[in-house]
């Protein structure tokens, strides 16, 4: 909803996001117009960072402050075994999506299914916490942030941690603060957008999206090259990854695919558009 209402705002011909958002949380979420939906993979793929709380010693049917209270156990445990028990999540591990995530299953959310009643086997997914920080422990709430990996449901480690305290958990606060390179005093809010007398001032550059890629200038002659599909030569000591290429006027071109000192194009911004 949030992103047609942005996308009229533009009067944007195409439009899309970088990733939702569970209802309770907030935050987070960059959205892009016209030819920047080329490249919104890059955001979807980039690490995220949450600030969530947990409480201890409640199991919800969501495992969130939106379901009800199932069960519920006496918060017997120490604060430094919170803060072990947080920490545990550091580093590479396996994770079994929630049933009220937005993971699709034949086309719809999970939590399609799961508001019937309907319970889907899911696989356990590949995800890595790369910071985790506890910012506040004042039983039975933990505060933390956590920088991960794209496919990190923060709910289900909520709940995770309620198993491995044996009192159970739920997630009572979430907020998306960041993604990729983007920072969290880099957002503005919908009625911000719509109350501004100039939207573009709002607006951010395709490259912000492509900022940790390498970048090249390459000439009008190998733009046309490149424009036609064609590859072209580059001496570079940057070699078997993506590129990020603009021409002498200092726009974006797109993003090609550089091998053996050759760029062959791999995703172009019409400019006609």
Known sequence: QLLQKVRWLYKAAKAGHTGALDPLASGMLPLCLGEATKFSQFLLDAEKTYEVTAQLGVRTTT???DGEVVEEKPVDVSEEQVRDACLAFLGKSKQIPSMFSALKHQGKPLYHYARQGIEI???????EVYELDVLRIELPFVEMRIKCSKGTYIRTLVEDLGLKLNIFSY??????TKIGFFEENQMTSLEK???SVNNNDYLISMDSMLSHMKLLTISDDDELK???GQSIYCDSDVQNTEIRIQNNHKNLIGIGFIK???????RLVNFKQ
């Open 226 to 228: 490149i424009r036609n």
């Open 171 to 176: 997630t009572q606060h979430l907020r998306r």
């Open 121 to 127: 086997e899911r696989e356990p997914r590949d995800i």
């Open 260 to 266: 053996n000192n050759c760029i062959s194009p791999k």
């Open 63 to 65: 495992s969130d402050a």
């Open 193 to 195: 957008l719509k109350n």
